[in-house]
């Protein structure tokens, strides 16, 4: 009954175009002829920019289109040579890779969805004052953001709790993340009017049920924000499986990339008559592996360059 | 409902009584405040175990780098040997060329890294067209979201002598070729691929600093005639300074919490006379040699170093500018 009137917090997209639009200001300062000089500098710093980072994205991209040949002999650049699909046909072939995936997105699901819920069941407390030892459980949050217990302490701890080469291990120990939790916060003290609790209260609405049917509804855009944070930090990490996990089956993908990209286990037998061509495959797979297990982070891109944006700005903020 | 209306008028008569209260009223009534409030201690309990359980515990865990820990015995029955583990790792001459090591590639890290994304958001800032801006932000950003795997993977190729494009474009420049090889190499290879990953995205909290500059400072500059660069020094980098000393505090705290991710991956044996830095050390001797005291005596010296760091910025950011982390 209380939803209706309460305001919308101002994070939406309405919100957000609205903003841009009283913000778009005419040119303020008038330019003059050093001004039009400074502006070509501006215009050829950022197409230099834009160029170092695109042209060895858009590299890999071509030469994961191209013929083994053409790859190992180093003629690609930006454009496909004798455009092929057996890179993808090879990597799609490889059951490591196959298990890879299938484990890095049981992490990330699993991961996310437990990351997601400590973290707001920590933060909306915390941003609550009437909370008592509030200030102290905020200190000890950001306490750990300057001081760790480091990788053996850590290690101990794992083991004691019988999680080493099991799939806790990926999930567990670094479930909660002290920046996570402070945006989170910020984000709940802000953007939730006291005068929502007040009439919740007086519609005789428990905390929980508050958070459950109120708050959370309203913070859409924060939960997408940090569950993209934490998925995608769980998408692209090995050093948990590096040091806690043992057994193959349970790799997830980055660390089966590094045993293929970085270290260079090729999958290839030692038949020498076909030894080039299979040097020449496996050149060509790396590429094409580079491409794929990326894939799903491209995917979600326009989300994350949405919103992420804001989680940074709020995370900036201090609380 | 009535209970409920009931205490929404009992609550505000509690905190005048604050002056007089004694100590079991005082008691009394914060054992109400708990009690009013316990779904959302429930709440906490999960979330604050995880943090006592993995940040907690292991900074207790800490003192084996003063015990001879070993597995039977366990982390509090082992014996004390005091400093020996530490002194263990400073006879050894690695020792220094860790520290050395680490040290010149975060400064290094540092020095390039930073100044770059303020660069990138002042000259975006200052572009009208709409479609080159968007562009730019979404390409610079993207790299941020690769895997340090991916983007090591990504050098090791490019840079391959046989494969890669950038062989061809070194060796025209009369340079060696193969970079990842090099000792000399590895620090510009691991900070300039570390620029490149980053300076999207860190820019985007300058850009964040740049909108909220407070518009009629421009068009008290427009009416004073200052051109374009003139307002950039004189409103633009003044407007952002507190951010920028922000960000830059948080970087220091961060010199010698260089990551492990990276060093390691791009480690081979070649340049392991530069590569080799505290965290890629620890992770040897603890994990794969098995001495678990020395290892966190490497690291605990470790992380004490970088807490030093970060609070000694802090207070003279405090006395220098005025802005501080806390």
């Known amino acids: 009954m209380f939803l209706e009137t309460a305001t919308r917090p101002d994070f939406g997209a309405e919100a957000e175009t609205k903003r841009r639009k009283t913000r778009q200001r005419p040119t303020p300062i008038h330019d003059t002829g050093v001004d039009r000089v400074f502006m070509a500098g501006v215009y050829i710093l950022l197409t230099t920019f834009l160029l170092l980072v695109l042209v060895p994205l858009i590299n890999i991209l071509a030469s994961s289109f191209s013929s083994p040949a053409a790859v190992s002999s180093g003629q690609v650049f930006l454009w496909p040579v004798d455009f092929t699909l057996r890179g993808y046909e090879a990597v799609l072939g490889n059951s490591d890779i196959l298990t890879g995936f299938r484990n890095s997105f049981f992490y990330v699901v699993a991961g996310t969805l437990i990351s997601l819920a400590l973290t707001v069941m920590i933060a909306y407390p915390l941003s609550r004052s009437e909370l008592v030892g509030r200030r102290a459980l905020i200190g000890g949050v950001l306490f750990t953001m300057l001081f760790s217990g480091g990788l053996i302490p850590t290690y101990l701890v794992v083991q004691s709790l019988g999680m080493l080469n099991t799939p806790w291990a990926m999930i567990i120990p670094a479930a909660i993340g002290a920046w996570q939790v402070l945006i989170a916060m910020t984000f709940f003290r802000s953007s939730i009017p006291a005068e929502l609790y007040e009439a919740a209260q007086l519609d005789g609405s428990s905390d929980l049920r508050f958070l459950w049917s109120v708050v959370l509804p309203l913070s859409k855009p924060l939960l997408a924000v940090i569950a993209l944070m934490y998925g995608i930090g769980q998408w692209n990490q090995y050093f948990s499986a590096l040091i806690y996990l043992r057994s193959e089956d349970l790799y997830p993908l980055q660390l089966v990339l590094r045993n293929i990209l970085v270290l260079n286990n090729n999958a290839g037998g030692t038949d020498l008559a076909n030894q080039l061509e299979r040097q020449q495959l496996a050149d060509l797979m790396k590429f094409s592996l580079i491409v794929v297990s990326t894939v799903p982070v491209m995917l979600v891109y326009p989300f994350v360059a949405r919103h992420f944006t804001k989680g940074v700005m709020i995370g900036s903020v201090k609380g | ?326």
């Open chain 2, 1 to 326: 409902m009535t209970a409920v209306l009931d205490r929404q008028v009992a609550a505000p008569s509690g905190p005048s009584e604050a002056p007089e209260a004694s100590g079991p009223r005082l008691r009394r009534r914060l054992r109400r405040r708990l009690r009013r409030h316990w779904q959302l201690y429930l709440l906490l309990i999960l979330p604050v175990a995880h943090f006592v359980i993995f940040s907690y515990i292991p900074m207790a865990n800490n003192v084996i780098a003063f015990k001879d820990y070993n597995v039977v015995a366990g982390i509090w029955g082992s014996p004390w040997v005091g400093f020996e583990h530490f002194e263990r790792f400073f006879a050894n001459p690695v020792a220094w060329d860790l520290i050395r090591n680490t040290l010149m590639l975060s400064l290094y890290g540092f020095l390039a890294g930073f100044p770059i994304p303020v660069i990138l958001a002042l000259a975006l800032n200052e572009v009208r067209l709409r479609f080159f801006k968007r562009t730019v932000q979404l390409v610079t950003y993207a790299p941020y979201f690769l895997s340090t795997v991916i983007v090591v993977s990504m050098l090791i190729l490019i840079f391959s002598p046989r494969i890669g494009f950038m062989a061809d474009f070194l060796g025209f420049f009369g340079q060696d070729a193969n970079l990842l090889a090099d000792p000399e190499s590895f620090r510009h290879v691991y900070v300039w691929s570390d620029v490149w990953q980053t300076a999207g995205y860190s820019a985007i909290i300058f850009m964040a600093a740049l909108a909220g500059v407070d518009p009629s400072l421009y068009e008290a500059a427009r009416l004073d005639g200052a051109n374009r660069l003139q307002k950039i020094w004189h409103i633009d980098l003044p407007g952002i300074a507190p951010t920028i000393v922000v960000v830059m505090i948080l970087s220091v705290g961060g010199i010698m919490a260089i990551g492990f991710e990276k060093a390691f991956l791009l480690q081979n044996p070649l340049n392991l006379s530069q590569s080799e830095i505290i965290a890629t050390y620890t992770y040897k001797i603890g994990l794969l040699g098995a001495d678990f005291s020395l290892a966190t005596a490497i690291g605990l010296f470790n992380s004490v170093i970088n807490l030093i760091l970060l609070v000694a910025v802090n207070i003279v950011s405090k006395r220098v500018t005025g802005n501080g982390l806390w």
